[in-house]
């Protein structure tokens, strides 16, 4: 079956500007999760959405937003760039127990300059 | 103190040697640990994951996890060149899978 698909791939912005980033999930996966990885900090949990709803959030600035619609792919966002946002954004989906296994993307590479 | 700690190398072995990769932690409550793998340009992929203490074997694969010194590891026998790729521990956050907590990476090269 298709795995996780994240589009664009990658992304030149410039700070100020925002972006959307796409994920689309593996059919029947109802979790969606979002994670920054950069050489300094490593991964990140951004946050998680479960049928629609955040389920989980992790320690990022309001800047960084994210929504699920109902076919379960997922959108985050990120308003006002900064020169630090510059990093491969993840995701992964699953089924969303607790015992269950993510799958990542290949992720987007975003450079803000 | 960060809740997993990892040791980024890089490290380089020759084909065909042991390595041992680990990672510690810091809260006790934690049950759940897993290892991924990261090869260049692609994201992360389950490689093993266990339950509380003990291995678990897979393989050239075996995972280890000592709950009394809040400590992991990673063991691969007979490396090979396709071994060659970024290594994460992480943990769920709150026993939740979807929040997970990475260590930093270890870069594992494998020499022919």
């Known amino acids: 079956k298709a795995g996780v698909t994240q589009t664009p791939r990658y992304l030149i912005k410039t700070r100020g500007q925002q972006v959307t980033l796409s994920c689309s999930p593996i059919?029947?996966?109802?979790?969606v999760s979002w994670y920054q990885q950069t050489p300094g900090q490593g991964l990140q949990f951004l946050f998680e959405?479960?049928?629609?709803?955040?389920?989980n959030k992790g320690n990022f600035p309001g800047r960084f937003s994210g929504r699920q619609f109902s076919n379960s792919r997922s959108e985050m966002n990120v308003s006002t760039l900064e020169l630090g946002d510059s990093a491969l954004y993840l995701c992964?989906?699953?089924?969303?127990?607790?015992?269950?296994?993510?799958?990542f993307g290949p992720g987007t590479r975003l450079t803000v300059l | 103190q960060k809740e997993v700690e990892q040791d980024p190398g890089p490290l380089s072995v020759p084909e065909g040697a042991i390595v041992s990769l680990n990672c510690t932690y810091s809260?006790?409550?934690?049950?759940?640990f897993m290892w991924y793998r990261q090869y260049s340009r692609k994201g992360p992929e389950l490689l093993m994951y266990?339950?509380?203490?003990g291995n678990k074997e897979d393989g050239r694969f075996t995972a280890q996890v000592d709950k009394s010194s809040k400590y992991i590891s990673l063991f691969i026998r007979d490396s090979q060149p396709s071994d060659s790729a970024t290594y994460l521990c992480?943990?769920?956050?709150?026993?939740?899978?979807?929040?997970?907590?990475f260590g930093k990476g270890t870069k594992l090269s494998v020499k022919p």
């Open positions: 809260n006790s409550a934690f049950q759940y």
């Open positions: 959405y479960f049928s629609e709803t955040q389920r």
């Open positions: 059919s029947g996966h109802r979790s």
């Open positions: 266990t339950y509380s203490s």
């Open positions: 992964a989906s699953s089924f969303g127990g607790s015992v269950d296994t993510q799958y």
């Open positions: 992480a943990i769920p956050y709150g026993g939740s899978q979807g929040n997970l907590i």
